[in-house]
């Protein structure tokens, strides 16, 4: 998990899998890739700055590979397809996530930051958060 401070934060951290690393697996951001993860780092940069407190990137960007080795959905907006990308984030507990959760919520409808999907996982042990470079940003909040 990688610490957001606005300083600290950078693309490789998208990059960062334990799954890739022990089964040698390459998960560069690559092409389109590296535009589609700065416009979402600069996203979440404006949500940590907000929210006064850590968060931690938990999954970032998928290569088709990894995503099957984890068992992800064959179109999940982590593997970036079509100038889009994906973060799952944490603020370190379920009650912090709860508070991020709600912030998100209020940043994407004030406007002041726009998302794609903001989806509270597991009754909120971490949230999938996803934008669209490029298109119509849907702003959908749901739970899995």
Do not use: C
């Not at 508070?99 to 509270?120: A, C, F, G």
């Amino acid at each position: 998990m990688i610490l957001i401070d606005g300083l600290k934060f950078e693309l490789a951290d998208f990059e960062k899998s334990a799954t890739a690393k022990r089964k040698g697996i390459d998960n560069t951001l690559k092409g389109d890739d590296i535009l589609d993860y700065q416009y979402l780092m600069d996203i979440i940069v404006k949500i940590q700055s907000k929210f006064g407190k850590p968060i931690y990137i938990n999954s970032g960007i998928r290569t088709k590979e990894l995503n099957q080795a984890i068992g992800g959905a064959k179109k999940s907006q982590h593997l970036s397809l079509g100038d889009e990308a994906a973060s799952d984030i944490t603020a370190g507990n379920k009650l912090l996530n709860k508070e991020l959760y709600s912030l998100i919520r209020q940043m994407v409808n004030s406007n002041e930051i726009v998302l794609d999907q903001i989806i509270d996982e597991k009754s909120l042990a971490w949230i999938h958060i996803s934008v669209k470079r490029i298109g119509v940003n849907r702003k959908q909040f749901f739970k899995l």
